[in-house]
């Protein structure tokens, strides 16, 4: 199952932030304990004063390719785990977000 759900204006993502991971980067899907499914991320930004939120919508808004003010934090603002909201084409924006997962996850593999 995807951590990702469509609707008309985006995508609404699942994630799981981990704040001074060393480079900011989107390290897979993540089953947690609880069988719900997210999207790892990891920022350098430190979780004070909003930077590793705003590393975070940087790190989504380049990765699919639309402008930061389309990527908003819905939940989470001070938790690792997050409901993040992009808006755009919802096909093209699950496509591109399922690609960097994969892409991730078989580079892992190797």
């Not at 995508?11 to 897979?28: E, K, N, Q, Y």
């Not at 590793?52 to 989504?60: D, G, S």
């Not at 997962?101 to 190797?110: G, I, S, Y």
Request: net charge positive; hydrophobic share 40%; proline share 4%.
């Amino acid at each position: 199952m995807d951590p990702w759900r469509y609707s008309t204006e985006g995508i609404s993502v699942a994630l799981r932030v981990t704040p001074r991971g060393g480079r900011d980067d989107i390290d897979g899907v993540e089953t947690l304990a609880n069988g719900r499914s997210v999207v790892k991320v990891r920022v350098r930004a430190i979780a004070e004063g909003g930077e590793a939120n705003r590393a975070v919508t940087e790190l989504l808004a380049k990765a699919l390719g639309v402008p930061k003010a389309k990527v908003k934090i819905l939940s989470g603002v001070t938790s690792r785990l997050k409901q993040v909201a992009i808006e755009g084409d919802p096909k093209i924006l699950g496509e591109t977000l399922r690609k960097a997962t994969v892409a991730k996850a078989e580079k892992t593999k190797d």
